[in-house]
C-alpha cells in the first residue's frame, strides 16, 4: 500500500516544473521510509514490538486515536514511577535517619574509649611488662624441666634402684640403670661450661647411684645362679641383662661367672652319677652301670652323655652371655664349660680305667680305643677347646687303651713263637695262622675310617700290621724250617697266600701286600722248577737236559757220551710222547695241596713253559751237525714248535 501511495504520489508530480521529484515533502519522506532498514534498526524494533502489545486492531479510530494512546500510556508509566520512587525516597530518607543516629552513637563512643585509654594507658603498659615476664620465666621453666630430665632421675626410677636387695629385678631397672649410666656420661658436658659445680655434683650423685645398683644387681644375679643346680637350666631374660651391665664392673661380672660354674659343675657330676645308677626319670633310660658288662656301650653310654651335656653347658653360657660385647667373651666360655666339665672327669676316668685294666681282649681294645679317639673329636668339635681337662681324660684313656690293645698283640704274637705249630699233613695254614688272621681281620674291620685323620689312621695300620705280620712270617718260617723244598714252598705258598687275601679287604695295606708277593712269588719259582724237574725226570729227558747243559765242545760230539747215542735218544723220546699224550698225569703231589687255583694253574704253566724250553735245548743240539747224530730227524721226530702246541 505505501508502494502504491508513493508510486501515485510521484506520478501527480510529474507534469510539474523544475523537478517535483526532488522537492515533494510525501515523496522525500515516503523514500525515506522505504529506504529504512528495520532489521538493523533495534530501537525502532524495541518501539514496534511495544506497540504491538496494545495496538491490537488496525483501523480508522485507531490509527486517529494512536497519538493520543500513546501519550495516555506514557503517562500511566510515569505515575507507576514517581509512586514506585516515592517509596524508595522514603526508605532512604528513613536509612539516613538510622546512619545519622549511628554517627552520633560512634562519636560518643570514640570519645568514652579516648577517655577510656587516657586512664588505662599505664595499667596496658604493667600488664605487658608483666606477660614478657611471664614468657621469660616459662622459658626458664621449659630449660630447667629439660635439665632435671636429663640429668636427674624421677621419683619412680630412684625408688626401683633403691629396693630392698631382696626384691625383684624387673625390666624398669635396667631402664634406670641405664639412665644413669647415660646421665654419668652425659654429665661431663657440663664439666666444659660454667656449671662446673652442678656437674661435679651430679657426677657424684650418679657414681654412687651405680654403686648401689650394682650391687644390688650382683647380689640379685648371684641369688638366681645358685638356683641352676637342676639337670635342666632355663635362662631367663632379666639374667642375660644382669651379665650385659655387669660387664661395666669386670670384678662383678668374674664373679657371678665363677658363681654360674660353680652352680652348673654341680649340676652335671650329680646328674652324671644319676645317670649311671638310676637312669632317666622314671627309670627310662635306664642306669648305665647296668650295661658295665658290655664294656663297649657302656663306654660308649657315658661318652655320649658328658657329650650332650658338654654342648648344653655351651649353649647355657652362650644365652646368659649373649648381650655382653667385652673382649674375650669367647675365653670366658671355655673357661666355664672347662670348670663345669672338669668335675665330671674324675668318676669318668675311674670307670674306664677299669674296663681297659680288665683286659676284654685286642679286639674290644682297639674298639675302645676308637671310640673314644671318636668322642675326643665330636666334643672338640661343638665346644672346641672348652673342656680341655674333659678332652685331656678322654685323651689319656684313648692312649691308655690304646696301649693295653698292643700290648695285648704282642702278648699274642709272644704266645704264636712260644709253642711253634707243624704245618698240617695236607700243608695248609695251622690253625694258629688262621687264627691270628681273623683277629687281625676283626681289628682292622672295626676301625672306624671316619672320624679320625687320615694320617693318624695310616700309622695305626702300620703299627698293628708291624705288630701282628711280623711274627706271623716268623712263625710260618720256622713252622717249614724241617720241610723239604717242594713242601716247605707250599706251605709257605698257602700262608702267605691267605695273609694277602686279608690284608686286600684293607686300605694302608700296600706296601705289606707287595712284600707278601715278592715272597710268595719267590716260593712259586721254587715249585715251578720242582714241578719241571719232576717231569723232566718222569718223562726221560732229566739226564738228557742235564748232558746238554754240562756238554763242552772239548769233550768231543754229544753222540759220544754216555747214554747220548740215538738209539738212547730215541728210547727217551717214546717215554717223552707218553707225557705229550697225557700232560696232567705228570704233576707233583704238592701242588694238589696249593688251596689257590690260580696259583695251581700259574706253577703247572710256568713249568709246562720250562718243559718246553727244556725240549727245545735237547732238539736244537741234536740237530746241530758238530754232535754228529746220524739221521736226527728220525731220533726226534717234533719239532719245538709241535710239542709247545701240544703242551699248551
Known sequence: GFRAMAAAAAGGAEPGVGGPHTHNPLARKLHKILETRLDSDKDMLEALKALSVFFTENSLRTRRNLRGDIERRSLSINEEFVRVFKEVKEDLESVHEDVQAMSACCQDMTSRLKFAKEQTQ???????????????????????????????????ELNILRGPREGPITEDFFKALGKVKLIHNDVKVLLRTNQQTAGLEIMEQMA??????????????????????????????????????????????????????????????RGFIDALTRGGPGGTPRPIEMHSHDPLRY??????????????????????????????????????????????????????????????????????????????????????????????????????????????????????????ELPPPDLGPTSALTHTLSLLREVLSSHDSSVVPMDARQADF?????????????????????????????????????????????????????????????????????QASFVLTRAGLSYIYNSVQQHKPEQGPLSILANMDGGSLKAAMVQFDRYLSSPDSLLMPQLNFILSGTLKEKIFKRSTELVCGAYSDIHTAVMSPTNDYKEPTAILQRSPQQVQTLLS
Not at 122 to 140: C, G, H
Not at 328 to 357: A, F, Y
Open 122 to 156: 599505664d595499667l596496658i603498659t604493667k600488664t605487658t611488662k608483666l606477660q614478657s615476664e611471664n614468657q621469660r620465666l616459662e622459658i626458664r621453666s621449659e630449660v630447667v624441666d629439660a635439665f632435671l630430665s636429663k640429668f636427674q632421675l624421677n621419683a619412680d
Open 208 to 269: 654412687l647411684l651405680q654403686e648401689t645398683s650394682y650391687e644390688k644387681l650382683y647380689r640379685w644375679a648371684q641369688a638366681e645362679c645358685r638356683t641352676l643346680t637342676q639337670e635342666s637350666c632355663d635362662i631367663s631374660p632379666a639374667q642375660t641383662r644382669a651379665m650385659e651391665a655387669l660387664q661395666d664392673r669386670p670384678i662383678l661380672y668374674n664373679y657371678t661367672l665363677d658363681e654360674f660354674g660353680t652352680a652348673r659343675r654341680s649340676a652335671v657330676v
Open 299 to 420: 663306654v660308649g653310654d657315658m661318652l655320649a652323655w658328658l657329650h650332650q651335656a658338654a654342648a648344653s653347658e655351651k649353649e647355657h653360657l652362650e644365652a646368659l652371655l649373649k648381650l655382653v660385647t667385652l673382649h674375650g667373651v669367647e675365653e670366658n666360655i671355655q673357661q666355664i664349660v672347662g670348670h663345669v666339665t672338669e668335675g665330671v672327669c674324675r668318676p669318668l676316668k675311674v670307670r674306664i680305667e677299669q674296663v681297659i685294666v680288665a683286659e676284654p681282649g685286642a679286639v674290644l681294645l682297639y674298639k675302645l680305643s676308637n671310640l673314644l679317639k671318636f668322642y675326643h673329636h665330636t666334643i672338640s668339635g661343638i665346644v672346641g677347646n672348652c673342656a680341655a681337662t674333659l678332652l685331656t681324660t678322654i685323651e689319656e684313656m684313648h692312649v691308655l687303651s690304646k696301649k693295653m690293645f698292643f700290648n695285648s698283640l704282642g702278648l699274642h704274637a709272644s704266645k704264636l713263637m712260644d709253642k711253634v
Open 462 to 530: 702300620v703299627q698293628v700290621l708291624s705288630c701282628i705280620m711280623d711274627p706271623l712270617l716268623q712263625l710260618c718260617t720256622v713252622s717249614a724250617s724241617n720241610l723239604d723244598t717242594a713242601d716247605m714252598a707250599t706251605f709257605m705258598v698257602n700262608s702267605l697266600h691267605l695273609m694277602k687275601t686279608t690284608l686286600a679287604l684293607f686300605e694302608f695295606t700296600d706296601k705289606r701286600l707287595e712284600m707278601l708277593q715278592f715272597q710268595i712269588e719267590a716260593h712259586l719259582d721254587t715249585l715251578i722248577n720242582e
